[in-house]
């Protein structure tokens, strides 16, 4: 049988309320939060987030066959973005890497191929949802990505024991005019809700009953369902039509998140794994440009094998982030940097010779004294030894802050910038930049952990590496 090995979840740090857009604009906002990549945040990197924590609670030493990544923003055209996921998790370079990319749907569709498919695939989902100031998908979005280690099961098998069992799944397609993003533009219109909302429910309907009846089971079957989709009207009249009882229903993250397009349905998925029990029956219900409905039976492996971090655990962690900040990020309000010059774009040949290190963090120990050295180096710093090297991964390696600085010079989208230099647990000092942290949080002693972040962008090229963030939860 196939079904979910292992799967992650990632909710960036910062936080905007609401409240703060009608006060900055006079227009617009609501109630609760919702979440924002940061300035060195994009879907790339938040894909990695989420896949680092299902790859962390999968079966030792599991790597899948393929790697699918699914976005509506992505990082670039033309180039593959998932070849740069595939670096920093240090995948085989026979493990494929590809992209389902354009629509929201493509993130359901992903699963769907890989639940019916063959071999194990990693399928990484991630959005950043914005709009106009003032707009209700400015308010309404959200920032997240989720990963499904997708495979075959059972004890022995290669795939480790299945945490969800793929009961079924079924999907109803239709053309019609809901939401659309031409290229370039850089916010979805959508056109009037009643239409979407008669056009979306029968389609539900149809998805769902499909669904349930390769799965052999009822309505009354299912335990916790999650709907979702970025036409917010239908999803309610959905809930309505289905008759699913409210206590069977897991909070849809609307008013601390935010919905996240792509990455929403696979992050409803890993909250309602977070809090299923072995047996019980979990379905997930999409709307966009059609239906998509799957259900999965939890197992016994999931109390063993949860990730590390919650959805929960994430969301409760978050901090506030001012609403012009916000606009500055978004690209929407351009604010003046420091006088320093833009840096440079990256060296394509230099980037290959330090893959390892560049993407995955990947240092190096003298074989003879044990000394790690970051980055890597051919002579050890203890004995001289020279070529007697071997890789040691970092990325899931904590630290100790020994001292920092916060520069108000140097350049950054968005100043200041905090490096601090870093002892790792078990060898190996670097200075690195902090992120996900304000300057007045900053404390020698302090513990940090690795994200993987995009450093800057010159001449459409992506300068990614890693930083280091608190550890917090």
């Known amino acids: 049988m196939r079904g979910i090995i292992s799967y992650g979840a990632y909710v960036p740090y910062r936080r905007l309320d609401r409240t703060a857009i009608r006060s900055f604009l006079g227009s617009g906002g ?57 670096a920093a998790l240090r995948l085989d370079s026979d493990v494929l ?17 890989a639940l019916e498919g063959t071999g194990s695939v990693l399928v ?23 990963a499904l280690l997708i495979g075959e099961g059972g004890d022995g098998d290669e795939g480790g024991a299945l945490l969800a069992e793929h009961l079924g799944c079924a999907s109803a397609t239709s053309e019609f005019i809901d939401r659309w993003r031409t290229p370039g533009e850089n916010r979805s219109k959508q056109w009037e809700e009643r239409f979407g909302e008669l056009q979306y429910v029968p389609l539900a309907e149809q998805a769902w009953n499909g669904a349930l009846k390769r799965a052999e089971i009822t309505t009354a079957d299912v335990d916790l369902v999650a709907v979702t989709g970025l036409h917010s009207r239908a999803v309610r009249a959905t809930l309505r039509t289905l008759g699913v009882a409210e206590d069977r229903i897991i909070d849809d993250l609307s008013s601390t998140v935010g919905n996240s397009g792509t990455a929403h349905p696979g992050l409803l998925l890993a909250a309602a794994l977070d809090r299923a029990e072995p047996g019980q029956v979990i379905a997930v219900l999409s709307l966009a440009d059609g239906a998509d409905a799957f259900v999965f039976r939890a197992t016994d492996a999931l109390e063993a094998r949860r990730p590390a971090r919650t959805v929960a655990g994430q969301v409760a962690n978050g901090a506030d982030l001012p609403y012009a900040k916000f606009l500055s990020w978004r690209g929407m309000l351009t604010l003046e940097p420091p006088r320093r010059p833009e840096p440079a774009r990256v060296s394509a040949s230099a980037a290959a010779r330090s893959t390892a290190w560049k993407y995955a963090f990947v240092g190096s120990r003298d074989r003879t004294s044990g000394a790690v050295h970051l ?44 490096f601090a230099v870093v002892d790792f647990d078990g060898g190996g000092r670097l200075p690195i930049e902090l992120t996900d942290i304000d300057e007045t949080d900053v404390a020698i002693g302090g513990r940090v952990e690795m994200t993987f972040r995009r450093l800057n962008t010159a001449d459409g090229i992506h300068n990614y590496f890693w930083k280091a963030r608190p550890v917090r939860g």
Do not use: C
Request: hydrophobic share 40%.
């Open 30 to 86: 609501g109630r609760g939060t919702r979440s924002v990549a940061s300035y060195d945040e994009d879907t790339t990197t938040m894909a990695v987030e989420a896949s680092r924590l299902a790859l962390r609670s999968a079966p030792s030493g599991t790597q899948p066959d393929a790697l699918w990544f699914a976005t509506v923003a992505p990082a670039y055209l033309d180039k593959t973005n998932a070849t740069a996921i595939h």
């Open 97 to 113: 890497a590809a992209d389902f990319g354009g629509a929201a749907r493509s993130g359901v569709a992903a699963w769907r191929a």
């Open 124 to 146: 990484a989902t991630a959005d950043i949802r914005t709009g106009l100031p003032g707009s209700a998908d400015e308010a309404a979005g959200g920032d997240a990505a989720s």
């Open 375 to 418: 980055p890597p180096a051919r002579v050890s710093m203890v004995g001289d030894a020279v070529d007697d090297m071997e890789p040691i991964p970092m990325a899931d390696t904590e630290g100790t802050i020994v001292t920092y600085t916060v520069d108000r010079l140097a350049y950054s989208p968005s100043p200041p910038v905090i």
